[in-house]
């Protein structure tokens, strides 16, 4: 799976928008872009995902370059319980049954009150 | 939605001694399930990929011996450590797809303590 470069951490107040960066210059075009979310002593959670053009739904949006080199994760309105560890995956879409996730560092999002 | 549960959600064991950890798909079928392990403030590292009716596949590194994997189940997976010893204390966390969809769903975790 191609490389995913994300910030170590993020601080955001409290109910003000976070936008999340994850850079993906070796992306192929077959790689979707999936985000998914660790809250604290949890496993992790699905987010959202996207191939090329920008998407959203109840939780965040998802704002794709145009080149696909990088994205960035939108919570619009951030909240305490929005704390947590953010991961930007790529997954192939040509190896669709082999579902392996390999997780990076991601980026740890403190908000603030 | 589609719920993966995980029990025990934490167990405490003596050095030397088994501990199977479940992994259930409570609403779908899940043909692929998967094992994580996850030490303090590090990332996420897959361990194996079980698939039902068949064996385990283990990333490199992954003792299959010491870790045994049993997917006798659409809905079930099993994690045994066997003869646990400190150095595997670790958040396990299993997760699970459902056959023709993308999005993998994940367990809330076992927090594993070996003394």
């Known amino acids: 799976d191609a490389k995913t470069t994300q910030p170590n951490s993020m601080e955001s107040n409290e109910e003000e928008p976070v936008h999340l960066p994850c850079n993906h210059s070796t992306i192929s075009g077959t790689d979707y872009i999936h985000w998914y979310r660790q809250l604290p002593s949890q496993g992790p959670e699905y987010v959202i995902h996207g191939l090329t053009s920008n998407v959203n739904n109840r939780m965040a949006s998802l704002a794709i370059a145009e080149d696909r080199k990088s994205s960035t994760l939108i919570l619009h309105r951030a909240t305490l319980r929005d704390a947590a560890v953010y991961y930007c995956?790529?997954?192939?879409?040509?190896?669709?049954?082999?579902?392996?996730?390999?997780f990076g560092t991601g980026t740890r999002l403190t908000i603030i009150p | 939605g589609a719920v993966v549960s995980q029990h025990p959600s934490w167990v405490i064991c003596k050095s030397g001694t088994s501990v199977k950890i479940e992994c259930r798909s409570l609403d779908f079928q899940a043909t692929t399930m998967f094992w994580y392990r996850q030490f303090p403030k590090q990332s996420l590292m897959l361990m194996a990929t079980?698939?039902?009716?068949?064996?385990?596949?283990?990333e490199q590194g992954v003792e299959k011996d010491k870790f045994l994997i049993n997917h006798a189940s659409l809905t079930l997976s099993t994690l045994t450590v066997t003869s646990a010893h400190p150095e595997d204390s670790s958040f396990y966390i299993c997760?699970?797809?459902?056959?023709?969809?993308?999005?993998?769903?994940f367990g809330p975790g076992t927090r594993l303590t070996v003394l």
């Open positions: 995956i790529l997954r192939d879409r040509s190896n669709f049954g082999n579902e392996k996730l390999t």
């Open positions: 997760s699970a797809t459902r056959q023709g969809r993308y999005t993998q769903y």
């Open positions: 079980s698939n039902e009716g068949s064996k385990a596949t283990y």
